[in-house]
């Protein structure tokens, strides 16, 4: 496994591509591509070498530039997580399956790239929820999907529980509050 300081896998990206290989929503936690032009070039290649693969009915997984890509593809939406060549495959594979079940829950069981640009902000509080630096932080769907929406979290609550976007809620809200005094 590729270790950073510590004991756990690192994910490398995670990208949800439409069914031309546009992107929908994309993260990079690796230096691996240091600029825009080479993360389009690796999107382009990997949609490309993935494009003729069986992906439908259950996660496939290459090796790919000494990454390994474990993928799965619903409607037109295709669904990457990709990792070094030394991470655990069942782990990388509980990565995309976490996130493929929390999208397919905060969309409502219409996984499509129009109901994904829609919510575009739920999938992207989905992807800070699933992987933070490149450690992965949770892996259950479920879970995933009640964080981003949970919207009625007490300003009170550790930040640990918050999604980013609570704990700036809150953070203002405190900040107005002291300000109002």
Known sequence: MAYHGSTCPSIKNILLLDSEGKRVAVKYFSDDWPTYS?????????FAKTLKTNARTESEITLLENNIIIYKFVQDLHFFVTGGEDENEIILASVLQGFFDAVTLLLRNSVDKREAL???????????EIVDGGMILETNGPLIAEKVTSHNLDSDSPLSEQTLTQAWAAAREHLTRTLLK
Not at 38 to 44: D, P, R, Y
């Open 38 to 46: 080479s993360k389009l070039a690796f999107e382009k290649f990997v």
């Open 118 to 128: 829609e919510n575009l902000d739920l999938i992207l509080l989905c992807l800070d």
